[in-house]
């Protein structure tokens, strides 16, 4: 499992809980005490704070249910938006329709010029 970490350049970060306390032996380890500060240092958890609040506004608010069949995929979606939150719209689009080729069969019923596929 540690092949597929960089841990040169990687760094656990995680809240002060028990459950983490042998992480150190086998990758860098960050710990926070949120009892006494939320940024010591370089040392946060706001990123993945971030990421779970705006999944959970996503399916309380816009989805409602989440079967635990589908949860890898909206697990995917959200991680596709989280990722790309710095960049424009039209990038984010791009980037989307980037990943569909060889498996969304385009239609168009008006041939234009411009577009091979007509």
């Known amino acids: ?3 597929a970490i960089d841990l040169e350049h990687s760094q656990l970060m995680t ?3 028990p459950a983490y306390k042998r992480i150190k032996d086998y990758l860098p380890h960050g710990v926070i005490d949120h009892e006494v500060e939320y940024v010591p240092g370089d040392v946060h958890t706001q990123n993945i704070d971030s990421y779970w609040s ?3 506004r996503g399916v309380y608010g816009v ?3 989440v079967s635990e069949g589908y949860l890898p995929c909206y697990l995917d979606e959200f991680e596709f938006r989280f990722n790309r939150r710095k960049i ?3 990038e ?3 980037a989307l329709l980037g990943q569909t080729q060889g498996r969304v069969q385009w ?6 010029a411009e577009n091979p596929h007509s």
């Open 63 to 65: 989805f409602h249910h």
């Open 107 to 112: 239609y168009c019923l008006t041939p234009q």
């Open 88 to 90: 424009s719209d039209a």
């Open 1 to 3: 499992m540690l092949d």
């Open 92 to 94: 984010r689009f791009s």
């Open 54 to 56: 705006n999944l959970k």
């Open 15 to 17: 809240d002060g809980s």
